[in-house]
Structure formats: C-alpha cells, structure tokens
C-alpha cells in the first residue's frame, strides 16, 4: 500500500528543555514526522548536508555559532527552498517583521502553548506563513529599512560571511586565514559587499553586520555620527 512521505524537520536550539518540548510538540501534531534536534549552527548545517530533503527547520534566532539574524540569512543564502521558521523568546513586533523580511517563514514566540506550536508547525509544512497573532500587525519598516533588507538577501553565503568576519574587525588577512582564501579575493568580496549594500566605507558595513547580530537592535541603517568607529578601513 502507498504511503505518504515522511516530513523531515530539523530543530536547532541550545536549550535541552525547550529543545525536548518542541519535539514533543511536532511529534504530537505530526506523528510521522522524523525529527532531529541540534544545539549549534555548525551540528544544523552539518545534518543539512547529511539530510538535504529536510521539510522544515526550526531555529532559535540565539545559539552557539550564532546571533540575531545571522543564521537565518546564511541558511537562505546556503538553501532559499528551504522552509526556515523563527522560534524565540523574543516578541519584539519589529523582530517578527524583520525575520519574516529576511526570508522566514513563520515567527513562534517560546511563550506559545505546545497546542498553538503544533497549528504553527502544521500551517507551515502546508506551505503557509504563520505569525503569532496580533504581534507583528501594523509593523512595517522604513523604505530605507526594506531596501536594505533585499539588499542583504541578495549577498552569497561567501560574501556574508565576510560582512560577519567584519564585525569583529577582522583584517583581510585574518579573514582569507579562516576562510582559506586569498587576501585579494577577501577584498574583492569586501568591495562587492559594500557595493550590494550601498556603502562606501568597511567601518560601515562593520556597523550593519554587528546590527544583524543584536536582533533587538532598532534600526539597521545607523545614524551617520555612529559610523565614527575603531574598525580599521584597508585598502
């Protein structure tokens, strides 16, 4: 006899107990449902690999190898079929709506009941967007907030993770090191970077990479008397 296909979800949170009553809550609103748990971004990445017809991944927007929006865009640069749903702690309306910008597609406050995590799960793995009701109604970014939003998603995982690298005031050196490139294509992706995103200056693209890593942060584009910084530009 035929037999629908399994759906295959991957949840990826540092927290045991939280991680444990997810899966309980995807288990019991879809009981075929094959279900792995990983409490880092390089362990999701890693069975993304080993298991590429994964239907839907979960992710905690605040784990090891990873903060704010960081790993959201690196999965839709990396896999933009893939279905990535946001579960946090955080109900911030303005988070919710800049997830769902980036490419999520659902938002689950920690606070949900197992009951309203399972209606979330099941919406999603039909291919609909589910938000928490009433916290992301009304919320809508500046035009300038937007662009740059599309202006980010269209960066490669290479470049990305080059703007990352920026953050912490890497030099080209030190980023062609971990990146296992040279130091003229780092700063190639550099200029392509600043390009895409419509900057000019290293220090401001430092400054937009550290505002992707704090997802409470207000606004990406910061004010220009904050670009004053102690990142070094290069050459």
Not at 179 to 191: D, F, G, R
Request: hydrophobic share 45%; aromatic share 4%; glycine share 6%.
């Amino acid at each position: 006899m035929y037999r629908l296909p399994k759906h295959r979800l991957l949840i990826a949170d540092d927290h045991p107990l939280f991680r444990a009553a997810l899966t309980a809550a995807v288990a019991d609103a879809v009981p075929e449902a094959i279900v792995e748990a990983t409490a880092s971004l390089v362990e999701l990445l890693a069975k993304l690999d080993a298991q590429p017809d994964c239907d839907l991944v979960l992710l905690d927007l605040r784990m090891p190898g990873s903060s704010g929006f960081s790993s959201l865009i690196q999965l839709r640069g990396l896999r933009p079929d893939l279905p990535v749903a946001i579960v946090s702690g955080e109900e911030n309306p303005l988070v919710i709506r800049r997830a769902i910008d980036f490419g999520a597609c659902g938002y689950i406050p920690k606070s949900a009941s197992l009951g309203v995590i399972g209606e979330a799960v099941r919406a999603m793995l039909d291919g609909n967007e589910w938000l928490p009701e009433g916290l992301a109604d009304g919320v809508d970014q500046d035009a300038a907030e937007q662009a740059l939003t599309r202006q980010i998603a269209t960066l490669t995982p290479q470049q990305f993770k080059v703007l990352m690298a920026l953050a912490d005031g890497r030099l080209n050196k030190q980023i062609g090191y971990e990146l296992s490139i040279t130091e003229a294509t780092v700063k190639a992706h550099v200029t392509a970077v600043l390009r895409k995103l419509g900057l000019y200056r290293r220090t401001q693209a430092a400054l937009l990479a550290r505002r992707l890593l704090d997802a409470s942060a207000g606004s990406l584009t910061p004010p220009m008397d904050e670009l004053q910084s102690d990142v070094a530009d290069e050459d």
